[in-house]
């Protein structure tokens, strides 16, 4: 019984009120706030996508929440020995869960019937683009709004791990995750990462949801959130420079997954991502497999090797 696709991370940090303000600028909104805790949503009308909590404790990753369509997937995968009871979710929203730590040690949840929000919030159409050989737009100029780019929903999160059969084979038993691609280094045995598609009910479902990179700890290398299109993109980028945050890396466009990419620090350090234009895949489609180089991440964007990629917090940049 596979999950159907990411709902939420959670989030400890040590400034709660500068969290919001980095997070307002990255395009997400508020739906609640207490003097701990802070329920950010996207411009769909899924659940909250992101939770900030004020850090007790170190700051960082407190859960991945996965969806299920079904209490019955909830009530299976409390069987596992790592897994808690089917609990509710004390939060706005509601809903039940089971918590479970991967192999790595990293806290995801399983959670089912959570309310979504009424309704979904304003953001612009997609623009008609003027292509070489396909035009589409007559007289009308081309002026989106200089904003923070709205986000449209949580797309996926990248993990690092040491161990990656381990942890492959577990997004797989757990959440019925399936890969989309394989990554090798030197022989194909020799995988050390890969891109997993949720197999819910979805006839066609992103490219990725979780990914595992290689990684000397455990932890999470990214969160990523959609956006409309490249415009959005570029001008959310222009938006994020002007108001004083620290980027990573982009603009480009990635090989595996094809995402259109913007990579930033949030105030803590942790790397957050506006992606758009991904592929969709088909549930249980055939995996590729690919040696892993410092070609293989971008299809054009500025210069990034794999190991500053793999490593953003101890790359001088
Ligand atoms: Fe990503």
Excluded at 119 to 140: D, F, M, S, T
């Amino acid at each position: 019984m596979p999950a159907a696709d990411i709902a939420y991370v959670i989030f400890d940090h040590e400034d709660l009120d500068l969290t919001g303000r980095f997070f307002a600028d990255f395009g997400l909104v508020p739906s609640y706030e207490t003097a701990h805790e802070i329920g950010l949503r996207a411009a769909s009308a899924l659940s909250d996508c992101y939770i900030a909590r004020k850090a007790q404790g170190r700051p960082g990753l407190a859960a991945i929440g996965m969806r299920a369509d079904s209490m019955e997937m909830l009530a299976q995968v409390a069987e596992f020995p790592e897994a808690s009871a089917v609990e509710p979710i004390e939060r706005p929203g509601g809903g039940w869960r089971v918590r479970l730590r991967s192999p790595d040690g990293l806290p995801f949840e399983l959670v089912h019937g959570i309310e979504p929000h009424r309704a979904e919030l304003p953001c612009r159409e997609p623009l008609r683009i003027n292509h070489g050989q396909a035009k589409v737009r007559y007289g009308e100029w081309q002026r989106p709004e200089f904003e923070a780019t709205p986000v449209l929903r949580l797309g996926h999160v990248a993990i690092l791990t040491p161990d990656f059969r381990r942890n492959a084979e577990w997004l797989q038993s757990r959440f019925g995750m399936a890969p989309s691609d394989l990554l090798f280094d030197g022989q194909p045995e020799n995988l050390l990462g890969g891109f997993f598609h949720c197999k819910g009910a979805a006839r066609w479902t992103d490219h990725h949801t979780l990914a595992l990179f290689p990684g000397n700890e455990a932890r999470v290398h990214h969160t990523s959130f959609e956006v409309q299109d490249m415009d959005a993109q570029f001008l959310g980028n222009k938006w994020l420079l002007k108001r004083g945050w620290r980027p990573f890396w982009g603009v480009g466009r990635h090989i595996l997954g094809s995402q259109v990419f913007d990579y930033w620090y949030d105030p803590d350090g942790n790397l957050v991502e506006h992606f758009t234009d991904s592929d969709l895949v088909q549930p249980g489609c055939t995996p590729g497999l690919h040696q892993v180089d410092d070609d293989a991440l971008a299809q054009w964007g500025p210069p990034m090797p794999v190991s500053a990629f793999i490593d953003p917090w101890h790359t001088p940049r």
